[in-house]
Structures are given as structure tokens and as C-alpha cells.
């Protein structure tokens, strides 16, 4: 099943929980290729939605794409329903989603970092296994069905220059497999959307080997980004970053190798996607909480249970936590003690 996936114009019902620089873009490019899509918006962000719809710029040009925007969703359940917020936010987020999702329905996760739901039909002594930094005490598990699953890694770079405005300069790319068999053809569908709505998009079977990947970039350069206030661009091309960077992703890769994922990683590429700045950097701007746990607490956590050390990954992850932390004293705005 691994490879570019089939275009399914096939108008699909979809919701977007979480309208922020991935959800903009996904549900502005969903709606433009004919489905009927609602985004769950709070706040700001939902009436400028209901107002004025969704501004997409992206390498096509800019327009205004007209979508639902709903606080909660009270509808029938959808065909597809994909979550586009900070790992952290996932748990409030899956559960104002809930009502959307009905037997039938494909969850699309669209978040960076270790998913939830890694250890979730991989038989074995961890299958079922709970990873604490991402889904303390198993909420997620127990709110989201495993054979509705499409897992992803987003290979889309998007920032949110308003409330209801995404800006994305960079090719649109994803990968999406299956969680467990049982979605299989779920997800075949769910790529054959993306795919039609101009998101290059590859079907793989293993997608934790794919989830592994991005997850390395992530931790490779997300930290690092907020430690130096660097783009992509600058951590690999700056001689004093990338080293840092490639540390990480050494470590990154053993523990990817411990857990049976070959991975590499082509620092050229993310040098060509210019002076990007990460997710995380635009949360550190913004004075808003760090994907850190997903991002970083989650690969340590996966490296202890097989008894590695991540040392130069640690020290970044507290470089940006302090660097959090002072930024939000010196705004006047002491957060409680960072934990690890
Ligand atoms: N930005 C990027 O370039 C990339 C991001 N990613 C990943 O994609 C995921 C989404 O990131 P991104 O789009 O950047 O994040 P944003 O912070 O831009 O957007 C998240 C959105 O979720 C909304 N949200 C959170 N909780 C709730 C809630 N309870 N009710 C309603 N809305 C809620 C936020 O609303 P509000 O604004 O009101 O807080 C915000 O609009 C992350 O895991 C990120 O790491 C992956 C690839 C690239
Ligand atoms: C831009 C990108 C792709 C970093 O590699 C990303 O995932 C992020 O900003 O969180």
C-alpha cells in the first residue's frame, strides 16, 4: 500500500478541530476541493471565521475560502475528523470533537511529537502502553478509538498571521498511515482527500517509522529554534547550531532504532525550506505554552524504557524550557516551576 496516494474527489464531510496555522491551511484546501467543512473555532477565531471565512496564502496566491465555523460540533457524525492542535491541547480538543466522530468516522490527528496512541496494536510486551508525557493517565486512549486512527507527520510549514489567516510558503506535504490494520482502508481514503486538495501525500503502512522521522526533525530543530531564536535555515547552516542539532538527532535516531524505525535525516532539505520559523518558536513569540512534552519528554521517556540516555537532548529541552520560563517572569508572568 506505500506510496503517492490515489486523488478521491469524492466529497467527504470533514471537521477541522483546531483553526490555528495547520488547521487553517488543511480545512481552507479541504473546502476548496468540494468537501463540506466545519472548523471548531473558539474565541477570535471563530468570528472571524463566521465572518469572513479562511485566508489561505499560500504558493497559489492568497484567497478567501468560505467555511462552517462552529464553537462545538452538534452535527451528525463525519467521515473525517481531523485534530490540529498542540499535542497538549489534544485531550479538550478531542473531547469537544467527540460528537463528530460516529462508527465510521476516520480521526486524523495532525500533531507533531510522539502520538498517544504509539503503542497501540503493536502486540507485544508494550502493546496498549501508555506513553505518561502525552497522554497522562490514558485519557486520550480511552476518549479516541484505535481502529479509527489515521496516524500523520505534517510536512506543511504554516504561520498564522491572524485570527483566521495561514500563510504557507513551503510545498504542502504529508504522510498518513493506518494505526492498526483496521484502518487501513480509512486511511487510504483520508490520503486520497488530502491528496486531491493539493496536499502531496504519501500512504505508508508503517507509519510509526514515518511519525519517527518528523518527530527527529522536530526534536532537532523545535528546541533548538526557541534556545537561539533560529529558523531552520540558521540551525543547519550556522556552525555553532548544527552540531547541537545533529546530537540530537543521533540520539533521536538510536532511540527510533531501539523501537525498530530506520531513520535518516537530510539536513540539506531542511536547509532549503528556508528561514522557516518552527511552531515552537512562534508559540515562544507569542508567550504560549511549549510542545516540549510530545515533542521532547515523550522521546525520553520512550528512551529510558529501554534504558538510553539522551543527554544533549535533555540539555536543550531545559535551555528552552529556562528560556520559557524567564521570558514569561520577565512579562510578568511567572509560570509554576518547569518540570521535566
Ligand atoms: N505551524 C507549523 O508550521 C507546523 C505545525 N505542526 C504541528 O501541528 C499541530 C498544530 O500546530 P499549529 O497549527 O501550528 O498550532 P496553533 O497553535 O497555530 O493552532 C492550534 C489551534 O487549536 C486551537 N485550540 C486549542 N485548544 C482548543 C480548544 N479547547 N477549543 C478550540 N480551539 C482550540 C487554538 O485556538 P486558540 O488560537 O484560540 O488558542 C489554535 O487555533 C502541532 O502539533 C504542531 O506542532 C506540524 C507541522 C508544521
Ligand atoms: C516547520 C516544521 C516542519 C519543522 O521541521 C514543523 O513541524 C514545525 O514547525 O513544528
Known amino acids: 500500500m506505500t506510496g503517492v496516494a490515489q486523488r478521491d474527489p469524492s466529497p467527504a464531510r470533514i471537521c477541522v478541530a483546531g483553526a490555528g496555522a495547520i488547521g487553517l491551511v488543511l480545512a481552507a484546501r479541504l473546502a476548496m476541493a468540494g468537501n463540506a467543512v466545519t472548523v471548531v473555532a473558539r474565541g477570535s477565531t471563530l468570528a472571524a471565521l463566521r465572518a469572513e471565512g479562511i485566508v489561505l496564502g499560500d504558493r497559489e496566491g492568497s484567497r478567501l475560502v468560505p467555511v462552517l465555523a462552529a464553537s462545538k460540533p452538534e452535527w451528525q457524525p463525519q467521515d473525517v475528523v481531523i485534530l490540529a492542535a498542540k499535542a497538549q491541547d489534544l485531550p479538550a480538543i478531542a473531547a469537544l470533537a467527540r460528537p463528530a466522530i460516529g462508527p465510521a468516522t476516520m480521526v486524523v490527528p495532525a500533531v507533531n511529537g510522539i502520538p498517544w496512541w504509539y503503542f497501540e ?120 547550531l548544527a552540531p547541537l542539532a545533529r546530537a540530537t538527532i543521533e540520539e533521536a535516531r538510536a532511540v527510533a532504532a531501539a523501537y525498530g524505525a530506520t531513520v535518516s535525516m537530510d539536513a540539506d532539505e531542511v536547509v532549503k525550506l528556508g528561514d522557516v520559523r518552527t511552531s515552537m518558536l512562534q508559540d515562544y513569540e507569542r508567550g504560549r505554552p511549549l510542545e516540549l512534552a510530545a515533542i521532547g519528554d515523550a522521546v525520553v521517556e520512550l528512551a529510558r524504557h529501554k534504558g538510553m540516555g539522551m543527554a544533549h537532548t535533555c540539555d536543550i529541552l531545559a535551555l528552552a524550557r529556562f528560556r520559557m520560563a524567564k521570558a514569561q517572569a520577565l512579562a510578568g508572568n511567572p509560570p509554576p516551576l518547569p518540570q521535566p
Do not use: C, H
Not at 124 to 135: F, K, L, M, P, T
Not at 145 to 153: K, Y
Not at 177 to 202: D, E, F, K, M
Open 121 to 240: 496494536g503493536t502486540g507485544g510486551a508494550d502493546d496498549g502502553r501508555v506513553i505518561e508525557a502525552v497522554d497522562p493517565g490514558g485519557r486520550l486512549q480511552a476518549l479516541l478509538p484505535a481502529a479509527q486512527l489515521v496516524g500523520t507527520a505534517t510536512y506543511i510549514t504554516s504561520e498564522r498571521t491572524a485570527p483566521n489567516a495561514a500563510l504557507t510558503f513551503n510545498p504542502l506535504r504529508m504522510t498518513v498511515g493506518p494505526v492498526t490494520p483496521a484502518a487501513r482502508s480509512g486511511a487510504a481514503r483520508v490520503a486520497g482527500l488530502l491528496q486531491s486538495a493539493g496536499i502531496a501525500t504519501q500512504l505508508v503502512d508503517d507509519i510509526r517509522t514515518a511519525v519517527w522521522a518528523k518527530v527527529i526533525r522536530n526534536l532537532s530543530t523545535n528546541p533548538l529554534s526557541v534556545v537561539a531564536g533560529a529558523t531552520l535555515r540558521e540551525i543547519f547552516a550556522d556552525p555553532l
